[in-house]
């Protein structure tokens, strides 16, 4: 069975960067699109960014230019990085993947996730 397990999550200033990372097992790489969604209290589960078997990417409007995410595929591992964090991209990030290109980057058509961790940024 795919195993995701999420990693680098934690509390930053507004300003401030981090990097999150996604070790996957039992999936690999080149077979589908990984992405990243993010979900805060009371509010539906967004995408934030994904990246298909041919390294394509696509980014949600309001993390473009400060996000970037990326793979490892000798690690098995997805990354987030996250630079000019802001308040609102406070909120618990997952990693998801499935087989095949994922037509939206939208969390229904993604089948494997992670726990998720958290990303909490002050003011």
């Not at 793979?71 to 990354?79: P, R």
């Not at 964090?85 to 909120?91: Q, R």
Request: charged share 20%; with cysteine.
């Amino acid at each position: 069975q795919v195993q995701l397990v999420e990693s680098g999550g934690g509390s930053v200033q507004a300003g401030g960067s981090l990097r999150l990372s996604c070790a996957a097992s039992r999936y690999t790489f080149n077979s589908g699109s990984m992405a990243w969604f993010r979900q805060a209290p009371g509010k539906e589960r967004e995408g934030v960014a994904d990246v298909d078997a041919i390294g394509d990417t696509r980014y949600t409007d309001s993390v473009k230019g400060r996000f970037t995410i990326s793979q490892d595929n000798a690690k098995n591992t997805l990354y987030l990085q996250m630079n000019s964090l802001k308040p609102d991209d406070t909120s618990m990030y997952y990693c998801a993947a499935r087989l095949g290109w994922a037509p939206f980057l939208d969390p229904v058509y993604y089948t494997y996730w992670g726990q998720g961790t958290q990303v909490s940024v002050s003011s």
